[in-house]
């Protein structure tokens, strides 16, 4: 899916990169319960739109990057700083993640980073991907995804970093990560998340098999923690931090950190060794042959 | 819960204080059926009320110290006295675990013994709740918890380090770790607990929030085995007691040890920082104060 | 039941050690989309009998050794033997495992291997055991297990070494790591795989009292995937393996490595110790007397 979004939107993807990394969204507005604002530099329209209720605590974070909010470098890096401008407000309690974009939370990781390119820059991609995943699984805010559409590998990822997991209930949303589908492999870090998440027998299926689960089935197995109406998950989640903002923030992080270091731990020792291994991997002529043919297929299929 | 009681009794509670450690209500009766005896010492009751069947040897161990058997300090070191002396009686197998209070199982650790007292005591306070803990998780003989009542915090860390809980069907009892509700954190050693019997989410996610369950929702997370009317709780505990003393005792306990002794082992390697981590969090002036206010909210409330 | 059945078998096991550990039943033959093939030796029938199909890449592996598939060490060497050479012909993506005998998948270990034999002899037995699990837990192929029966302690064992499970829908069948029930103990290994299928908390349990479960049990905790009629679990497994090979080999190989790896590797590094382990236990006077007894029960059964 990222890959027939990257396919979309390649040249406007191929001609953007890097030089939105500075143009922050983030914007705050204080002493009003909900605002709504838009930072727009030169005529880039950012990836990310943030909300902050400064009487609530509460962000909320809108992926807006057309047409199904692609994990580009830009995007990650947009994305991260994002994060982390909400993380140093100690104002900022509570962070929800959802997408404007119709039918997609996320299409993952943007393969048009992955095919073609140098050993450096996939470098510098994997380093992107990991920050982001380091930023939102160590966030001391409680984060609540707001998954409004399909959320596949990248995307799934984002929302299994979340604290609690509300999913649009329509049949033909999906979630799951299913790199393994297009002859690639998650790194143990996101098979460490996914584990945390569903358990250990439920990881090792979807994995091995790419699994794309639908709602019912995502929250039967525990992916998500929670359907409803597509209209009603943003005003979901928002009633649902209340509940984890009524908890004293220190023994909320505490016990959140407790839960989440180790497998944090295991990243942050071994980071260049991850990058090295990815690079190396993903610059393989059978991989970068795998993803041509992948690309070539999704360009009939549109024709 | 825990502190609503320890108001309710608080000049009780601190008028006895050390005290009663040296009550014992372990009393054998041999060659007979059923018997229930009770140990009275002075003009104090006993904490504990066991009784001890010969002929099928289980033990059954009522914890009946009004109102809600909170964890105090005597209470635990009455406790732990109790089980040693079963643990050390080859005869004796099995262990059931209830209460004799109405509506309760136990309100958990006496927040009167965390409240103004002297780095010392609270220090004296922890290890008695590990040395609960170590001799319960870690107990040769098969353990039921029969949960016939609510059971917070310290209350469904006992029912957890059982083999198998059965729990009255009352939808007004709750059962669950909130510790961060009052601004505390539940140690590493109940969180393990925790994830050993519901798995990493589960514990994230209810340790974060402070979540207590109804027994339904206890159920379907696995927290509780069984479900029965109020008034068969300790008779189906007992019935269920016979398929587990079925089982040759060393197969079982060396597949018991298998499972738990890492668990064990984490806390048996660390018990001095624990308790000093413990001391210096619950003896800070925040947390002093937020305790401050809760006892205050429930004085209100009772006013 | 296993030892239900070697005691059944007895003469024929006992007759038959050691020399037919030559006789493989692998067979391959190219060019044709499916055909069965049984090798015959001298007057010996194999245990095992592998139909290849050149044109799916998957084999299909009939455990047939009267009456109930007893893991005797002749027949695991020939197993081994058999998906050894599966493992090494490249064309061989996957693998099903199944029974040729009626009602039973395999009845697990022989326990006349265990009983009244030498240490020399029981390490023997022990080091094919660890074999079998080492070469399926570990293999490159998909292994679909086609539970057409019932699946006792080592049958559950090869069952849950298979990356999916397909279970007949016969309430009479049963499922589960039943040694405690013998007086003996699941290793580690044995144990540490169920971890990883049911979770620990259900292991604990399962372990300790060694439950079998039906097949809506079985499902219902994880322990299988799947049920079907009991004569559609070999079509099933078959349409299932499509899904599976649906996935290039290196990305699905590669994921389960991940998966597994840290299991793996916690016996191939302790292989002699666990022998050993197993040797001083299961020679000790206690054990075998307790496995006498149980010989004795089941001849009077019989009788």
Same mark, same amino acid.
């Given at each position: ?49 943030? @909300?902050?209720?400064? +009487?609530?605590?509460?962000? &909320?974070?809108?992926?807006?990057? =057309?047409? #199904?909010? %692609?994990?580009? /470098? $830009? ?11 909400? @993380?140093?407000?100690? +104002?900022?309690?509570?962070? &929800?993640?959802?997408?404007?974009? =119709?039918? #997609?939370? %996320?299409?993952? /990781? $943007? ?193």
């Amino acid at each position: 899916m990222s890959l027939r979004a990257a396919l979309r939107n390649k040249h406007a993807v191929t001609g953007l990169f890097s030089q939105l990394s500075s143009c922050s969204s983030h914007v705050r507005v204080r002493g009003s319960p909900v605002l709504v604002t838009q930072q727009r530099k030169s005529s880039t329209t950012p990836r990310i739109k943030v @909300e902050f209720n400064q +009487s609530t605590g509460v962000a &909320i974070m809108h992926m807006q990057s =057309p047409p #199904v909010n %692609s994990l580009s /470098l $830009d995007f990650l890096t947009e994305f991260c700083i994002g994060v982390e401008k909400l @993380e140093m407000d100690k +104002s900022c309690r509570g962070l &929800i993640i959802t997408s404007s974009q =119709p039918k #997609v939370f %996320s299409a993952g /990781l $943007d393969i048009m980073e992955m095919y073609g390119k140098s050993p450096e820059r996939c470098g510098e991609f994997w380093r992107a991907v990991q920050e982001m995943w380091l930023k939102l699984y160590g966030s001391n805010m409680a984060i609540i995804a707001a998954v409004n559409g399909s959320s596949p590998a990248g995307g799934c990822l984002i929302a299994m970093t979340a604290d609690y997991r509300i999913m649009a209930d329509n049949p033909r949303f999906s979630i799951g990560l299913n790199e393994t589908q297009l002859g690639i492999v998650a790194p143990f870090w996101f098979k460490d998340t996914m584990v945390n998440t569903v358990g250990h027998r439920c990881s090792e299926m979807a994995l091995q098999i790419g699994l794309l689960y639908n709602p019912s089935e995502a929250l039967r197995i525990g992916l998500v923690d929670q359907l409803v109406p597509e209209d009603q998950v943003l005003s979901t989640a928002t009633q649902t931090m209340t509940k984890w903002l009524a908890i004293p923030d220190h023994a909320r992080q505490l016990t959140k950190t407790m839960m989440r270091k180790p497998t944090i731990d295991k990243l942050t020792s071994s980071r260049e060794t991850d990058i090295r291994h990815f690079v190396s991997f993903i610059t393989k002529d059978s991989i970068q042959k795998s993803l041509a043919m992948y690309l070539e297929m999704l360009k009939k299929r549109k024709g």
